[in-house]
């Protein structure tokens, strides 16, 4: 698979991811002790707003690369994720 391949893979969930973030960011600005705290809630407006540009620039990138790739596992690709997500809430 080429760098480009697995790029035109990769865009599509890092936009998936990042729409996941955005939606746990509303949530969380939604909360009444932090809703009621109007610098806190504009902060994470802000970080809502800068996500979706970047998703914008990542669509932008997917589009010049060709689209994303319909079906990646036919492409060798096998989900891996660098990181772990920890539940909010839950410590």
Do not use: F, Y
Request: charged share 25%; no cysteine.
């Amino acid at each position: 698979m080429t760098d480009l391949e697995k790029l035109r893979i990769l865009l599509p969930h890092w936009v998936a991811h990042n729409h996941e973030h955005m939606a746990e960011i509303d949530r969380w600005a939604s909360l009444r002790e932090i809703s009621n705290n109007v610098q806190i809630k504009e902060a994470l407006q802000k970080a809502i707003a800068a996500t979706e540009k970047v998703n914008e620039e990542l669509q932008h990138a997917m589009d010049m690369a060709g689209g994303p790739i319909e079906n990646p596992e036919t492409h060798g690709h096998q989900q891996r994720h660098g990181h772990i997500h920890k539940k909010h809430g839950t410590d």
